[in-house]
């Protein structure tokens, strides 16, 4: 009853957890994101740094050997010089000329470069057919320009690849068509590159974090996610990592969580971002929690109304159960009386035969009225300990054989004063005539209950039918009323014991066990009780599993109960 | 016949001592085991009541101490206790019976009569053959009489009565020769007890209880048995 409500939460909090934790990993992309962008900008802001302290470095006032190689020494991050003439011919280094270590090991690396015209398109110089396209270019020198040939902007990026790896060129067009580029030390670009480079990453973009080491602005907006335990790494064209920091170890084959390509003239070369596992299943334990705790709450709230119904229920239960306890405690010290009242309104009744007949009617009925009134008393005691032996699980059968229809005859001759002052009229039909293995005690038990309910409930149906059968190793007894029946919906429950149809208090007489009793008593015969169909009233179906008892013969059997119960042959019975 | 009843509650004990009385048995009453026990011993019975709750001695022990002497005497027990376990420890002490307070008197004259027809049974020497009065067949070890096929129960008493003026038929026997035979010499019953038992047994025997022509009145000296 609380699981499935229970059930249905902890689904809808899975789903919104997973959408959550969808929700979140798509935000930590676009952090992550967001801090390769900042990266990317450092790497622009420190070759626009580099472009522009190069635009002054290449105004020569000379295109003459010595003046360049001037420039050169002058330059820390050049290598080496070239100038292209207005044509795209090679002016400085001339291969003509005598050239100096740098200039010659320079030269054996890019000749070819530079030879193709490359370098002199990337620049804006209209250049021939003259040397081979860019396509048949030889092993180990890739060319990539960052300029359109022919666009109109002065200087710019020449990047082209080298056996170790990219190789920045810068570039100036001079008014006058010639074009001075600078090749730059490799070690001395890379190595201001990674120091541009931060060395944490910063966790967000409050104002208290934005230290001089973050100077990098981060949009993305989240906050508290962790990022500073993430890691960055810079990737070149081939994957070698080139710079990495952050405080997470990725494991060598670990995809990368996020990833953007670096701008010019860096184009080529990645910037990753990794997140610990850490990072994503944290977040997902918290909203985990989150949600777990809602449903704790709920379920708590659940439990709470529950429990708040179950103590009423069970207050009940302990008040009723406490209440059979008592009785039964007393059930035995009240027999005594109980016997005592019983067997003397017996010898009374036996005196009173004996007298004018006249005079001893009047008192006659009225100890009538004191038999049959212990005889209620009895069978209730009878009921209350037989509940309380079911309770305690010594409920045991003591089957004998006998004549199931002597048993429902007995009975309702115990019955038949008050049924005849309720006048209520008794059809039976017996059919159960050999004989069965039984507990007579039990099955009088039952019928005697079942009985008593018509007499309070059913008396206005004017009849009470009893019939009996015995079909393969079962004996079955109807007991039949035409009283106001028993709903559908009601015909399981009457079987528990303290239920009852109304619980208005006048309706309320008896002890609310008797049909428990009569279900548990049908049961250890290997039976049921059950109420059936019928078209007016009611009626209860007993079965009772029995063998049927073929080793006696019937007239061997002793029939005490029938013979006590024959109206015509025992002594003491009732003008 | 002889029972000896032990039962502590002295109300109980005096009512079915007086039910046994009239059935036609000789009582020997104990109002706790331990003179169960001695009366048992002093004078033995021929069956015996027995409450479990007992002062002195319970039902079970004098049960057990009983059938050291006799193995077959039928014992019925009388308790409140109603537990199968009780049923289960008597049975097996050889019970014969139980009697489950509270009672009726015509169940207990059920089941002691059923007993008695067993006594009967086990007895060597078998007390009465059978006999007809009229339409009448009695049958004493059976405490019943027959007519036809119907089955008419007998107390102890009844069956002595019958055979009594079975034996003397054709004679009027007087009140106290009947009541001497049957009651015995040392009971003083009122008056009118034997004429009300007679009443009562001709509502059971005979078939017109007003004209009977079993047991025919002879006014002023006593009854006769015609045959």
């Not at chain 1, 529950?306 to 405690?329: E, P, T």
Request: hydrophobic residues 40%; proline residues 5%.
């Amino acid at each position: 009853m609380l699981g499935l409500p229970l059930a249905g939460l902890m689904w809808l909090g899975g789903r919104v957890v997973r959408e959550e934790d969808a929700a979140f990993q798509h935000r930590l992309r676009d952090l992550m994101t967001g801090q390769l962008g900042n990266v990317d900008r450092l790497v622009v802001t420190h070759f626009d740094g580099i472009a522009r302290r190069l635009r002054s470095s290449t105004k020569l006032e000379a295109f003459d050997a010595e003046t360049v190689r001037a420039a050169v020494r002058g330059e820390p991050l050049a290598q080496q010089m070239i100038v292209l003439d207005a044509q795209g011919k090679l002016e400085h280094p001339h291969l003509e000329e005598p050239l100096n270590q740098g200039e010659r090991e320079f030269l054996a690396e890019s000749r070819q470069m530079l030879l193709d015209g490359d370098l002199a398109r990337a620049a804006g110089i209209a250049v021939g057919t003259r040397g081979r396209p860019p396509e048949a270019q030889e092993t180990g020198t890739r060319a990539a320009q960052d300029q359109r040939p022919g666009s109109n902007q002065s200087d710019g990026w020449y990047v082209w690849y080298q056996g170790r790896g990219v190789q920045l060129i810068f570039w100036r067009r001079l008014d006058d068509g010639r074009v001075v580029a600078v090749a730059i030390e490799r070690a001395r670009w890379l190595a201001d590159l990674i120091a541009s480079l931060p060395d944490t990453i910063p966790e967000n973009t409050g104002p208290e974090n934005a230290g001089p080491e973050n100077t990098a602005p981060d949009a993305s907006g989240a906050s508290g996610i962790g990022t500073d335990s993430a890691r960055i790494r810079l990737v070149d064209s081939v994957g070698q990592t080139v710079y990495e920091w952050g405080r997470y170890q990725p494991e060598p084959s670990e995809v990368a969580f996020a990833e953007a390509t670096v701008s010019q003239p860096l184009a080529t070369w990645r910037l990753q971002a990794f997140v610990p596992q850490s990072l994503m299943s944290g977040a997902d334990r918290s909203r985990w929690f989150q949600v777990i705790s809602g449903i704790a709450a709920i379920g708590l709230t659940l439990l709470l109304v529950a429990a708040i119904f179950w103590r009423g229920y069970a207050q009940d239960m302990k008040n009723a159960l406490q209440r059979v306890s008592f009785v039964n405690q007393v059930s035995h010290e009240l027999k005594t009386p109980l016997t005592n009242i019983r067997m003397y309104a017996d010898l009374l009744e036996r005196d009173l035969s004996n007298l004018d007949e006249e005079a001893a009617r009047r008192p006659l009925t009225r100890l009538q009225v004191i038999l049959q009134e212990s005889q209620r008393l009895s069978r209730l005691i009878g009921n209350v300990l037989t509940f309380a032996r079911q309770q305690r699980c010594t409920l045991q059968l003591n089957p004998r054989p006998g004549f199931l229809d002597d048993i429902v005859r007995q009975t309702v001759q115990q019955f038949s004063p008050s049924l005849a002052r309720l006048n209520l009229h008794v059809e039976l039909d017996l059919k159960a005539s050999s004989p069965v293995r039984v507990d007579p005690d039990a099955v009088e038990q039952i019928l005697v209950n079942l009985i008593g309910n018509v007499e309070k409930y059913a008396s206005n149906g004017r009849l009470l039918k009893i019939a009996t059968r015995l079909h393969d190793r079962t004996s079955i007894i109807t007991v039949e009323d035409r009283g106001p029946g028993i709903p559908k919906s009601e015909r399981e429950s009457v079987f528990q014991p303290f239920y009852r149809l109304s619980d208005r208090i006048e309706d309320a007489a008896g002890t609310g066990i008797g049909l428990a009793i009569v279900r548990e008593l049908a049961r250890l015969h290997g039976g049921d009780a059950r109420i059936v169909d019928v078209e007016c009233g009611s009626c209860f179906e007993v079965t009772l599993k029995s063998e049927p008892d073929r080793g006696v013969a019937p007239d061997a059997l002793d029939r005490p109960h029938h013979r006590a119960s024959d109206a015509t042959a025992t002594e003491g019975t009732k003008p | 016949m002889r029972v000896l009843l032990a039962e502590d509650d002295e109300l109980t004990r005096k009512g079915l001592a007086e039910v046994l009385t009239t059935e036609g048995y000789e009582v020997i009453e104990a109002a706790d085991g331990r003179s169960a026990i001695i009366a048992f011993d002093r004078q033995p019975p021929d069956f015996v009541c027995l409450d479990i709750m007992m002062p002195e001695r319970s039902g079970f022990d004098v049960c057990r101490s009983i059938r050291q002497h006799d193995q077959d005497i039928p014992i019925i027990f009388i308790s409140a206790r109603s537990e199968e376990i009780d049923k289960v420890v008597g049975f097996e002490l050889g019970a014969d019976d139980f009697i489950v307070k509270p009672f009726g008197i015509r169940e207990v004259v059920a089941r002691i009569r059923a007993v008695t027809r067993r006594c009967y049974a086990r007895r060597s020497e078998e007390p009465l053959q059978e006999f007809a009065m009229c339409d009448l067949r009695v049958v004493p070890s059976e405490l019943r009489a027959w007519r036809g096929e119907t089955a008419i129960d007998l107390s102890l008493r009844d069956v002595a009565m019958l055979a009594f003026f079975h034996q003397h038929r054709g004679c009027v026997l007087d009140r106290n020769v009947i009541f001497n035979h049957c009651w015995g010499e040392d009971y003083f019953p009122s008056s009118r007890t034997l004429d009300q038992h007679i009443s009562q047994l001709r509502k059971r025997i005979e078939t017109d209880p007003r004209n009977p022509q079993i047991i025919r009145t002879v006014h002023g000296a006593g009854y006769r048995f015609e045959g």
